[in-house]
């Protein structure tokens, strides 16, 4: 049964720490999101990434770093560096950025800082 | 801070009128729309698209129209029910969120 797997579901992090977030995909997608969403709000691009090995910023990319090195997964490092971390995070998939295709996301991991 | 933002505007209908849920995009050259529904606590899920080489498409219970000459899209939804209820969102390529409206059915 394909589709995208963020973990975990929620996410406790003390002021000070890095933490990942995982995403995993198996519909042998190309390209890979990390959105942010802050309550009652809308979906912010954290980074990209198109192809193996490869990743781009997006609108707000401090703080943040990801890595891309099977195609399969997307993992999100949030770092210390990040002043206001506390969010809903949302990983997607799709064919292609330039595919015109629908993204496909994950149910969404909560970060909270304590 | 990152949290810094506009909270979505919210529609609020009554059980069985349509709703129409507005977006405006930022990009001409833009040439395929998705609409988004998110349910709170979850990810957005795929409701219909449109391709720039059309005005109009419908599926069932929903209708997207889309304008290009006001860089404007519309969202539809006949005879709204409570499981309507959730946060709308309107992608450019499918992946460029613009803002949402979170729609509220009362029975």
């Known amino acids: 049964d394909g589709g995208i797997t963020q973990s975990p579901k929620y996410l406790f992090r003390k002021e000070g720490q890095n933490v990942t977030l995982s995403c995993e995909q198996n519909?042998?997608?190309?390209?890979m999101y990390w959105y942010r969403q802050d309550p009652g709000q809308g979906l912010r691009l954290i980074y990209y990434?198109?192809?193996?090995?490869?990743?781009q910023k997006g609108d707000i990319a401090e703080g943040y770093s990801v890595s891309r090195e099977k195609k399969e997964s997307f993992p999100l490092t949030v770092t210390s560096a990040q002043k206001n971390p506390t969010a809903f995070y949302l990983c997607?998939?799709?064919?292609?950025?330039?595919?015109?295709?629908?993204?496909?996301f994950g149910q969404g991991t909560r970060l909270t800082v304590v | 801070g990152e949290s810094v933002g506009l909270h979505l505007p919210t529609l609020s209908v009554q059980e069985g009128d349509n709703s129409i849920i507005n977006c405006a995009y930022s990009?001409?050259?833009?040439?395929?729309f998705i609409w988004y529904k998110q349910e709170s606590g979850k990810g957005p899920q795929f409701i219909i698209d449109i391709r720039s080489n059309m005005d109009k498409r419908q599926g069932q219970r929903v209708t997207v129209l889309l304008n290009k000459t006001v860089k404007h899209l519309s969202l539809q939804i006949a005879a709204t029910q409570p499981g309507d209820s959730a946060v709308y969102f309107c992608a450019e390529n499918g992946v460029t969120f613009g803002g949402g409206t979170r729609l509220m059915v009362k029975p």
């Open positions: 997607a998939s799709n064919l292609g950025q330039l595919m015109n295709t629908e993204a496909f």
């Open positions: 519909l042998n997608h190309d390209a």
């Open positions: 990009n001409s050259a833009s040439d395929y």
């Open positions: 990434s198109q192809i193996v090995n490869d990743f």
